[in-house]
């Protein structure tokens, strides 16, 4: 149903999109996330600081790319981690 522009990045319909048949939707395994997720700073990406050599903001980047990690856009929600209560 959706994909991502290899250009801008931006969410797009697919072209050849046809709606499933009602049993294919009943399967979990059919659904996926179309939103990006949140990180913990409450962004979809991490912003490179200001002001900082390039070497601190490589440097700074992968800190905050290893504590807070991103996910592809259009994974499955079986590929979800269970939420203990």
């Not at 072209?15 to 294919?24: G, L, N, S, V």
């Not at 949140?38 to 490589?58: Q, S």
């Not at 992968?62 to 856009?73: Q, S, V, W």
Request: charged fraction near 40%.
């Amino acid at each position: 149903m959706y994909e991502l522009d290899e250009e801008t990045q931006e969410q797009k319909f697919t072209e050849d999109f046809a709606i499933p048949p009602t049993e294919e939707l009943k399967n979990i395994e059919n659904w996926c996330h179309v939103q990006p997720i949140l990180l913990k700073v409450g962004r979809c990406t991490h912003v490179e600081p200001e002001g900082l050599p390039d070497e601190e903001k490589d440097e700074y980047m992968a800190k905050l790319a290893e504590e807070d990690k991103t996910e592809e856009r259009f994974r499955t929600i079986m590929e979800d981690s269970k939420i203990n209560k």
